[in-house]
C-alpha cells in the first residue's frame, strides 16, 4: 500500500507572482509569458525603476520591476530603488486582497521578503 502522506505548504499567504527585468527585451518576454496585450513602456519618464502592476491571463496579480542602465549606481543606490519597488509591490498585493490595515509586523516582513527576493534577482542576474 503507497503511502499518502505529504507535508503540507508552510507558506501562510498566496501573494502575487513578481521578477526582476534588467532589459526591455527580457520585459517584452515576461509581458508576452504573462498574456498581456498592451502593456505599458519599460521605465516610465525620468525613472529610474519602475513597477508594473498587472493582472495575468489567469486573473491572478503579477508585478514586473523594470531597472534601467545601473552602470554608474552603486550596488547601495541599487539596493534602494528596489526596496522601493518592494513597497509598490506591497501596496498592490494589499490592495488586492482587500487588506486596508495589515498589522505593522505583517506589513515590515512582507516588504523585507520581497526586497530580498529582488536584491537576489538582481545579484543573479547582474
Known amino acids: ?14 501573494g502575487p507572482f513578481f521578477c526582476l527585468c534588467l532589459t526591455e ?15 505599458s513602456t519599460f521605465l516610465n519618464k525620468n525613472a529610474n ?19 534601467g542602465d545601473y552602470s554608474n549606481h552603486s550596488n547601495l543606490e541599487i539596493y534602494g530603488l528596489l526596496i522601493h519597488e518592494a513597497v509598490h509591490i506591497w501596496q498592490q498585493f494589499k490592495d488586492w486582497m482587500g487588506e486596508d490595515k495589515p498589522s505593522v509586523e505583517f506589513e515590515a516582513y512582507s516588504i523585507q521578503a520581497i526586497s530580498q527576493e529582488l536584491i537576489e534577482s538582481f545579484d543573479k542576474q547582474k
Open 1 to 14: 500500500m503507497k503511502n499518502k502522506f505529504k507535508w503540507c505548504d508552510n507558506s501562510l499567504i498566496y
Open 25 to 39: 527585451k527580457e520585459y517584452k518576454r515576461q509581458i508576452k509569458r504573462c498574456g498581456i496585450k498592451n502593456p
Open 49 to 67: 525603476a519602475t513597477c508594473h502592476h498587472l493582472t495575468n491571463s489567469q486573473g491572478k496579480l503579477c508585478c514586473i520591476v523594470c531597472l
